[in-house]
Structures are given as structure tokens and as C-alpha cells.
């Protein structure tokens, strides 16, 4: 098997845990990886690399994990332009305009709805995501939700079945009897395309009770948790991420001191996803007050069609810098490491040997260009699994 050195990088991003102290970033300057097959076999000093079959040139650029986007919903249908307009205009978001989606996904066939699907992935990968988590959520029945999942498990080991997302219009009633088929037929049809369990727990979609039954049933069925939680409002969602060891807490906007508290002192990672805040103009999350607590932060595009139609993991991290109250160091940690956590994966995020050689080269010296340059397109180079693909 050939190997490929990359030489010539002027800061390296690791994320190597060894390196961590001070450095969160496992910084190396003047740096080479080394690559063989899919994975990383060596880093550190360009005059140090070994000999390989092949090199290539940065040119002094900066080099760093492939983004782990590890919240999104890319299986839908139709337009939303609409509702954002009229939002952007005056008028609050609320839970109910997922049903929108939910009407254009049902309608739409099996081809459309992957064509879509294979539309944002390429849209994110020119953008340095090279691990993507991804939901159904929008087909809210047996056969919708299970179809979203099969053509999702084509593109990624990361699916979640979000079943639970609002209250299915044909149950609006009767939300015990959707309860019911969440976790009864629903999940029994799902469980075997999926990895992860999701449930949006806020006002006008699942309160505590109806989560932590939908989420104890996908745990029975082998389906990790993860928690749409607090986003809109204060509520249990996140004390009951931690109590059913969740992989994450997704939004994290609402928090008291206790849930602070529950995030620093568990392994649920906080993932924030300042996409939606920007879309609906909501208060921002405070993720300087999570990472002074200790908590795990991740950060994600939240790409759906309704609250954050983006796709940009940098336009995210440029978020968090600017009005997250994150440096640019954490920022771009959340986005790769972090992310990688939030998905209970070391073999992504870092570039240490034995992770997967998923790499993005910017057009800039540092990584600090992704929140000091925003909007620009930096990336110009990803490799995935070794392969360059961008």
C-alpha cells in the first residue's frame, strides 16, 4: 500500500490529547501528515517526515480534521422560502412549521428526496464535513420514516431516527396514540436502519414524559439517545439527556445552573447550533458558560429546511466566535473533535495515527481564518478515508 505525505503545512491541526495542554488544539507548526490507505500513520515536523511514495505540497497552508457535522436533517422535500421571509419580517419561529416539510416529504419519491440528500452532502463536503449525522423526522409515518432512514443509511453510518420530531398532523388529538406508534410499529420498522434515537422535547412538540418514553423504547431496541433539548424554552430536555446517557444535547439555548452543572459532570456533549439562532433570530446560547463549567461542546450546521438552511461549518464556527463568546481555537475544537464526541467517535475529529485520514486544507495560514475571514471559501482541498475528493 502507497503512502501520501502532505509537507509544508504551516499549522497543523491534531486535536492529539497528548498535545492538549495548553494547547487545545494539538498544534503543530511547519508540520507533515503522513497517510496510507484511509488512515493517518504519521504527524509532526515537516524535516521529520518519513519517506513516502508520494507528496504533497500545502504550501503553507493550514491543515485540519474534516468537520463532524453531527446534527442535520437532509431528508426532505419542498421549500421553505416563504416562512423564512415572513419570519425574517416579523413573526416568530415556533415547532409547527415543521409540518410544512413533512406534507412536501411524503409527496415526494424515493429518488427526489436522495437527489436532495446527495445535493447538501456534496454542498457540504466543498466545505470540509467529511462525518455527517442525519435524521428522518419529516415522513412521520411507518412507511416515511422508514424509507428516510434506508436512503440516509446510503450515505452515512451516522442515522437517527427522529420519529418524535412534532406530533404527526393525523394524531394532532391524539399525541398518546402517536406516542404509541413511535415506539411501538414506527420504531420496530426503523430500528434496524438506524444508530441513534432523537426526540424534540419543547413546548408544541414532546414534553419530559412523552421523551423519555419514546427514548427508553429506542434504547430497548438498541438506538443510542440524543435529545433535541431546550431550544425554545427552558425544560427537562437536557436533565434527561444526562440521565439516560445521551450522546448529546442538542441546542442547549435555555439553561439553568443545573443544567450547566448535569453537561460538566456527565458524557453528554452539549452541541449548539448557532444556524438556527441566526435563522430565527433567537438569543444566541452561551457557550463561553458551558466551556467554563467543563462541559463537552460540539457545534453543528442543524441543516434543515425550515430553522437553519445551512450546510457551512465555517459560517458556524464564524457564529460561534463572533456571538457565542468562543475563541477560535475552542470554535473549530467543537467543530471537529467535539462533533466527533457528540457521536461517541474517536476514529474522526483528530488527526492521530489510526484515525481516518479526513483532512481539509484552507487557502490561509491558521485554522483562526475560518472566524477572521467569514463567508469566504476557504476550503480548497478534502481528503476522505485518503482520498482527496475536493
Request: hydrophobic share 40%; net charge negative; proline share 5%.
Amino acid at each position: 500500500m502507497s503512502a501520501t505525505v502532505i509537507t509544508n503545512i504551516a499549522t497543523l491541526v491534531t486535536n492529539d490529547p497528548s498535545l492538549r495542554d495548553p494547547d487545545p488544539l494539538g498544534l503543530v507548526r511547519d508540520a507533515a501528515v503522513v497517510i496510507e490507505g484511509d488512515r493517518v500513520v504519521w504527524t509532526g515536523e515537516s524535516s521529520k517526515a518519513p519517506a513516502t511514495d508520494n507528496r504533497v505540497d500545502a504550501g503553507g497552508r493550514a491543515v485540519l480534521p474534516g468537520f463532524v457535522d453531527s446534527h442535520s436533517h437532509l431528508v426532505f422535500a419542498g421549500d421553505r422560502t416563504e416562512e423564512f421571509n415572513a419570519r425574517m419580517s416579523g413573526r416568530p419561529y415556533s415547532a409547527g412549521g415543521i409540518r410544512t416539510t413533512v406534507a412536501a416529504t411524503r409527496a415526494a419519491s424515493d429518488a427526489e428526496l436522495e437527489a436532495t440528500l446527495t445535493r447538501y452532502l456534496a454542498e457540504a463536503l466543498r466545505q470540509g464535513t467529511t462525518t455527517f449525522e442525519t435524521k428522518s423526522g419529516y415522513g412521520l409515518t411507518v412507511e416515511d420514516e422508514a424509507r428516510a432512514l434506508r436512503l440516509a443509511a446510503r450515505h452515512t453510518d451516522e442515522v437517527t431516527y427522529l420519529g418524535a420530531h412534532v406530533v404527526a398532523p393525523e394524531y394532532a388529538d391524539d399525541p398518546a396514540g402517536y406516542v404509541a406508534l413511535v415506539t411501538g410499529e414506527m420504531l420496530n420498522a426503523c430500528a434496524p436502519h438506524a444508530r441513534w434515537i432523537d426526540v424534540f422535547c419543547e413546548q408544541g412538540a414532546f414534553d419530559g414524559d412523552q421523551a423519555r418514553a419514546v427514548l427508553t423504547a429506542g434504547k430497548a431496541k438498541g438506538l443510542h439517545p440524543r435529545i433535541h433539548a431546550n431550544q425554545l424554552s427552558y425544560g427537562p430536555g437536557v436533565q434527561l439527556a444526562v440521565e439516560l446517557d445521551a450522546a448529546s444535547a442538542d441546542h442547549c439555548t435555555h439553561l439553568t445552573d443545573a443544567d450547566v452543572d448535569a453537561l460538566a459532570n456527565s458524557a453528554t456533549v452539549a452541541t449548539l447550533l448557532p444556524g438556527a439562532e441566526f435563522s430565527t433570530r433567537a438569543v444566541w446560547p452561551d457557550a463561553r458558560r458551558l466551556l467554563d463549567a467543563g462541559a463537552t461542546v460540539a457545534l453543528s450546521t442543524d441543516c434543515n429546511p425550515g430553522s437553519s438552511f445551512t450546510s457551512s461549518m465555517p459560517f458556524c464556527i464564524a457564529l460561534a466566535v463572533r456571538d457565542m463568546g468562543m475563541t477560535p481555537d475552542e470554535a473549530v475544537r467543537a467543530a471537529t473533535a467535539g462533533g466527533a464526541a457528540a457521536l461517541r467517535r474517536t476514529d474522526v475529529g483528530r488527526l492521530v495515527p489510526g484515525a481516518y485520514a479526513d483532512l481539509v486544507l484552507l487557502d490561509a495560514p491558521s485554522h483562526v481564518h475560518l472566524a477572521y475571514r467569514p463567508g469566504v471559501p476557504l476550503v480548497t482541498g478534502v481528503w476522505r478515508r485518503g482520498v482527496r475528493e475536493v
